[in-house]
């Protein structure tokens, strides 16, 4: 099972996730679910690291994981933060949804 943790922060802006595992629902390098949480949740983290005004720290240590923490974020640009955190938890519910028992999903809300 993949699991994913999405923590958010003030007005639901992305503070950071985590996600690990593998879904098992296809052979190793052909598993299309752990594929489509991949690619959602590296683009999520690729746009974070070229905004030159966002500090964000973390990465992929090993196959199956990926934490991504956000550091910094202007006030002018917290709704842009705020439609990324939105995209990534409805790419995320779909995934769920579409895929029962392949992806666990948390999201976490607090204030920072």
Same mark, same amino acid.
């Given at each position: 099972?993949?699991?994913?943790?999405?923590?958010?922060?003030?007005?639901?802006?992305?503070?950071?996730?985590?996600?690990?595992?593998?879904?098992?629902?296809?052979?190793?390098?052909?598993?299309?679910?752990?594929?489509?949480?991949? &690619?959602?949740?590296?683009? *999520?983290? @690729?746009?974070?690291? +070229?905004?030159?005004?966002? #500090?964000?720290?973390?990465?992929? $240590?090993?196959?199956?994981?990926?934490?991504?923490? &956000?550091?910094?974020?202007? *006030?002018? @640009?917290?709704?842009? +933060?705020?439609?990324?955190? #939105?995209?990534?938890?409805?790419? $995320?519910?779909?995934?769920?949804?579409?895929?029962?028992?392949?992806?666990?999903?948390?999201?976490?809300?607090?204030?920072?």
């Amino acid at each position: 099972m993949i699991r994913v943790e999405i923590r958010l922060g003030h007005q639901g802006a992305l503070r950071g996730f985590s996600v690990s595992g593998h879904s098992g629902t296809g052979s190793r390098g052909e598993d299309l679910v752990c594929a489509a949480v991949s &690619v959602l949740f590296r683009t *999520a983290a @690729r746009l974070l690291q +070229l905004q030159p005004d966002v #500090d964000v720290q973390g990465g992929a $240590a090993e196959n199956g994981t990926m934490e991504l923490q &956000v550091d910094t974020v202007p *006030a002018e @640009r917290r709704q842009w +933060l705020v439609g990324l955190s #939105d995209f990534l938890i409805r790419g $995320a519910r779909d995934l769920q949804e579409e895929n029962p028992g392949a992806i666990s999903l948390r999201v976490s809300e607090g204030e920072a």
